[in-house]
């Protein structure tokens, strides 16, 4: 959930309504009175199957790709995501606005139709998401310049990975360009000085595996790679771990 005095977002909807307000409740708020519009990165169901009853919870539209919106509905023929009243088509590196806040999605590789990530631009601050790619291409490392609240995918630990209960198809998905962050690679762009420029307020690891990862393992790489920084190239931001079932926030901005 990305707010604004003016505007508020929901980006993916993997959780069921009764979920979402458990949530809610944790962080010790209420159900939002309104919501703008809910958007989806791609169709995996961990980000995309509840998108119906969100935009019908807040009426509100869904924003996502042309492909991503054929794919859903390929997958969910006599679904409820047929029957949402408003769906806005997005292309990558195509930039529009939501209320006061600007946004951009851009690609990213991974085994979906059309996934993205999103770049959120709002009263001089930037906000990144970006989870579920295979690799950092150059593009998404130049969407992640001059962040101020990054949400960064850490999926997995190559070893527990390899050693896991995946079957080796799986684990060859995981691997692949199409597919997940490991903890390897994350660390080796945040010690990159020419790549990551450590401006994050906020740098939260997301999207961690529950059986090929864990929220230690995943901290303490980081900290190792953010460590290697030093003087005017240090990180002073706050590094955070999200979980997959307690929620995290909120953050002020």
């Known amino acids: 959930m990305l707010e604004t005095g003016h505007t508020t977002l929901l980006i993916d909807a993997g959780l069921g309504r009764k979920e979402m307000m458990r949530r809610f409740e944790a962080l010790g708020r209420q159900r939002p009175e309104r919501v703008d519009a809910v958007l989806i990165t791609h169709e995996h169901s961990d980000h995309s199957s509840a998108m ?35 769906i806005e088509y997005v292309r990558p590196g195509i930039r529009f606005e939501i209320g006061d806040i600007e946004i951009t999605p851009f690609t990213i590789p991974h085994d979906a139709a059309d996934p993205v ?7 001089g601050i930037k906000v990144v998401i970006v989870t579920d790619l295979g690799y950092m291409p150059e593009l998404v490392k130049q969407y992640l310049r001059e962040t101020d609240f990054l949400i960064l995918e850490s999926n997995h630990d190559l070893d527990m990975l390899k050693v896991g209960p995946y079957p080796w198809y799986i684990k060859q998905r995981v691997m692949s360009r199409t597919g997940h962050l490991s903890n390897a690679v994350v660390s080796d762009f945040l010690a990159d000085t020419e790549l990551f420029d450590a401006r994050p307020q906020h740098l939260v690891l997301a999207h961690l595996s529950e ?12 900290e190792e790679a953010l460590g290697r920084r030093t003087g005017e190239f240090a990180f002073r931001g706050t590094l955070h771990v999200a979980s997959q079932r307690v929620p995290l926030g909120p953050f002020d901005l």
């Open 211 to 222: 059986q090929n990862n864990s929220p230690d393992i995943a901290r303490i790489c980081a």
């Open 52 to 86: 119906a009853q969100m935009a019908r919870e807040w009426k509100c539209p869904a924003y996502l790709t042309e492909l991503t919106h054929r794919e859903i509905l390929r997958l969910c023929e006599d679904g409820p995501v047929r029957k949402i009243e408003r």
């Open 117 to 123: 990530g999103y770049c959120f631009r709002s009263n």
